[in-house]
């Protein structure tokens, strides 16, 4: 009894997922993790005294199904938000790659296509594929921009069903400018996802997506909790769009598909997000002093808008990397040759991932 006969390729699995390999990144217990770009300042203990406290209240209930529509955190984000947005324009989801999966669920599946500009956030292929729909892959310049032109010329050659724009861009950290996403709403008759998971930790006067709502039906704008907000663990996501879309979403999501305790925690730290979103400014301040070592260094670190560096010129990304992990420093090799990418972590965090770099160095 227990003993695994069969191999995964042995099960009548879909076709379409025969080859494919799940998303994940190594989870491994060494003293400093920046690999996944969570946010790793613990949340202020005024905060989690208030979610307790809320979570408390929500077990009383608990026998209870939670409210279908998650009416008050739906308010909340609104609030949050800003814009004019009303409860009736916004969604929310387990992290926002079930979000996204429910925009793909409505709006791509079999006989469809979905849209991205690579190298991006590599759950988008996943997540089509996974949804039954193809993956298309659009390019970027060398140095992972991508102009207004060149970004409508691509998608009206594809004719997508669903766009999507990381914005800014993981695992780049590119900014995107809005003309940019102007450009595409308009080559395309399919939905356009504005990803700003890390829209955060953009200069303060840039304008966010939520701006180019009005009149666009098509568009969709979706957010986490995760990075900003410290929020990786609960897994709350959400997204603004025309209510038109949110009607359709509300086709394929689960039944009571956010649980009462989820929608308790995040109501309670929206409740508080100034003080939540006082962390970014320390985590801009750490991306930018990485940024500058790095390149006092000898690497070459990308622009970023986010809260990680991707950087570049490194001789064996590998070798590099191992050497980090037996200093007790994660951080993240995605791929892109002679690169690695680093999550801006607290002070103590991001000294000994820069010290564990230069002694590297010092060695070569």
Request: glycine fraction near 6%.
């Amino acid at each position: 009894m227990g003993e695994v006969t069969a191999r995964l390729e042995d099960l009548p699995i879909r076709d379409d997922l025969r080859g494919m390999t799940p998303y994940g990144a190594p989870q491994v217990p060494l003293p400093i993790a920046l690999n996944v770009n969570e946010n790793t300042h613990p949340v202020p203990q005024e905060v989690a005294d208030d979610i307790v406290d809320s979570i408390a209240r929500a077990l009383r209930e608990v026998n209870r199904y939670p409210d279908r529509e998650f009416t008050e955190l739906r308010e909340g984000f609104a609030d949050y938000l800003g814009h004019g947005l009303t409860r009736e324009q916004v969604w929310a989801a387990n992290g926002s790659n079930e979000v996204l999966q429910h925009v793909l669920q409505a709006f791509a599946g079999p006989g469809r296509t979905a849209f991205g500009f690579a190298p991006t956030y590599s759950m988008y292929p996943l997540l089509a594929r996974a949804t039954g729909a193809d993956w298309i892959a659009g390019h970027r310049a060398a140095d992972y921009t991508v102009s207004a032109q060149s970004a409508a010329e691509q998608v009206a050659d594809a004719a997508p069903d669903v766009v999507f724009l990381c914005a800014p861009n993981n695992p780049t950290g590119t900014p995107l400018g809005l003309d940019v996403i102007e450009a595409v709403y308009d080559a395309t008759d399919g939905v356009v996802v504005v990803d700003e998971a890390y829209f955060e930790f953009a200069p303060r006067e840039e304008r966010s997506a939520l701006t180019l709502l009005a009149g666009r039906e098509r568009l969709v704008v979706s957010r986490t909790m995760s990075k900003a907000f410290a929020f990786a663990g609960a897994r709350v996501g959400y997204l603004a769009a025309d209510p038109a879309v949110i009607d359709a979403l509300r086709l394929v999501r689960l039944p009571y598909h956010l649980s009462a305790l989820t929608q308790a925690a995040a109501s309670a730290a929206l409740r508080h997000a100034p003080t939540m979103l006082r962390m970014v400014d320390d985590i801009v301040q750490q991306r930018d002093r990485i940024s500058a070592t790095l390149e006092a260094l000898g690497y070459t670190p990308h622009d970023s808008w986010t809260n990680f560096v991707l950087f570049g010129d490194v001789d064996d990304p590998a070798a590099t990397w191992r050497a980090l992990y037996d200093r007790g420093v994660l951080i993240r090799d995605v791929g892109i040759p002679h690169h690695l990418r680093v999550t801006a972590g607290t002070e103590a965090e991001s000294t000994a991932f820069l010290e564990a770099l230069a002694s590297i160095d010092s060695q070569a």
